[in-house]
């Protein structure tokens, strides 16, 4: 039973969940702009709003809990002293989601899934 269990499976299990939605955040991180799948985006927007909250809180704790996700300390530092920054004054919502049609091979709902400028 999954009670208690946040989040969709997206067809895996739950290590291989982690490390797919890991992989998408840091590359959302580093090109700001990524090409998904819907459900995939929707997942990986909470992992990355997420940690931009922690990029402007700022403190060790918050970088501590970012690194912990990350797994990168160049990605983290980029985190807390380029992107954070630019959504001091924003209270969420730091990512947006563009639909661009079915994909060809299996009709999954792609989609760009980019920071907010």
Partial sequence: MRHAKKGRK????????EAMLRSLAIALLTHERIKTTE???????????????????????????????????ALVHKVFAEIAPRYAERPGG??????????????APMVILELVD
């Fill in 10 to 17: 997206l067809g895996t299990d739950a290590s291989h969940t």
């Fill in 39 to 73: 459900t995939r985006a929707k997942e990986v927007r909470e992992l990355v709003d997420r940690i931009i909250g922690w990029g402007k809180r700022g403190d060790l704790h918050a970088r501590r809990l970012a690194l912990a996700e990350l797994k990168d300390r």
């Fill in 94 to 107: 730091y990512t947006r989601i563009y639909r661009i049609g079915p994909r060809k091979g299996d009709a």
